[in-house]
Structure formats: structure tokens, C-alpha cells
């Protein structure tokens, strides 16, 4: 089968886009709205693009209602935002906090999560994620009226007791164990790795 992507729809391109491209990791990203409320969402068009400097992606699009997503109105508002990662034991968190809820209501509340001070931006990370990066806006991109790209510098990274070897820096593959987005409300876990032939770095 061959498909000219420019000429089809948008919501065929989405579908063929989220569906083809899996495993995607999940940005649990996490911030205060102006009054105080502790904000937190999921997001699949996310993931590393660079070390030197740290960097990630996120994209976002629209609520229904056409608004801004809450999360992107606060990064916009502060510079700043947090990104925690979602593990097999965050796994039910990380979609209830997905629902659109009003700005006034806390996603950590709905979800049974708690708000933990970063220690370089003015958001909270989410206590129970296996690892969460505070980050800085580097620059947004806006793609058309309905997409937003947000390139961020990661700053400060917080994991969970036993992930990180403190001295090799290397990351536990017996006590991390993330989830992956297929599409719609899929996942997968990541339990069933293999080795290629090959040096590690
Ligand atoms: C696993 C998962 C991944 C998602 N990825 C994205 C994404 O990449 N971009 C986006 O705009 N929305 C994405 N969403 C939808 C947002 O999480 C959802 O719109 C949320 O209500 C936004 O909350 P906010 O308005 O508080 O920011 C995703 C939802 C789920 C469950």
C-alpha cells in the first residue's frame, strides 16, 4: 500500500502515525496553573533528541473545546515544567490523569498522587514517578494553529532509590520497568528485551 500523507486527512495521518510508530515513551509532564493547582498530564509525541545539551521534545495539541492544554498554558506562563516517567506501577495514574478536567481541579488529586517541590523550577514532581526531569523551555515551535513544540533543556534529574547506579550511571533494567504507548489506551510494558551482537557504549 502506498498513501501521499499531504493529501489524506488529519485524523487518517493521526491514526497511521500513532499506530505505526510504537512503542512511543510517555512524558508525564507536570506543572502549578497560576492559582496554585497542581496540573498533571500525559504526553506520547515526547522523548530525547539530544546530551550535549539535554534536551527533549513534546508536542501538544488542542482540547476539544479548542483551548490551550493546561499544561502548555503554564509553560508558556513560566518557562519551566517538569517530566516525570511512567513505570508499570504509575501505569493507572498516568491515564486518569489524562481525562480533561477544569483548571480549578488537580490531576494529583484525582490520581492519588502527590506533589513533591523540585528543586530547580517552581513545578512539583510527582512523587511516585519512577524518575522526573526539571526542565527549562529552550525554545517553542508552533506548527499551524493546532500544534505546539515544546524543546526543553532538563536540568535536574530525580529517580527513584535503586534505578541509577550512583557510580556507573547505569540504569537498572531489574527495578525499572517503563510502560510504552501504543495507541488509544494500549500500552506496553518492556519486559521482553533481546541482545544484538555489539559492544555496549
Ligand atoms: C498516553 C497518552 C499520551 C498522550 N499524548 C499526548 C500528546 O503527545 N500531545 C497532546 O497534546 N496530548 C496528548 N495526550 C492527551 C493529554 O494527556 C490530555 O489532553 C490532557 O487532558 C491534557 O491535560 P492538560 O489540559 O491539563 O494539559 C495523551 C494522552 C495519553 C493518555
Known sequence: MDLE??????????????????PRPIGWVSTFS?????????????NVISEDPPLSILSFNRRSDGAMKHTLKNIHRTGEYV???????????MHLSSEEMPESESEFARAGLTPVPALKVK????????????CRVERIIEFGP??????????????????????TKRVSEKTYHPIGRLYASRY?????????PGKLP
Request: charged letters at 25%; proline letters at 5%; a negative charge.
Open 146 to 167: 493546532e500544534r505546539e513544540l515544546v524543546i526543553g533543556e532538563m536540568l535536574h534529574l530525580h529517580a527513584r532509590e535503586g534505578i541509577v547506579d550512583p557510580e
Open 123 to 134: 513545578h512539583p514532581r510527582i512523587g511516585e514517578a519512577a524518575a522526573a526531569f526539571e
Open 5 to 22: 500523507l499531504a493529501r489524506m486527512p488529519a485524523l487518517e495521518r493521526y491514526k497511521l502515525l500513532i499506530g505505526l510508530v510504537i
Open 34 to 46: 497560576e492559582n496554585g493547582v497542581a496540573n498533571c498530564a500525559p504526553f506520547s509525541f515526547f
Open 83 to 93: 517530566v516525570n516517567l511512567v513505570d508499570e506501577s504509575t501505569a493507572n495514574a
Open 188 to 196: 506496553c510494558t518492556t519486559r521482553q528485551r533481546f541482545n544484538l
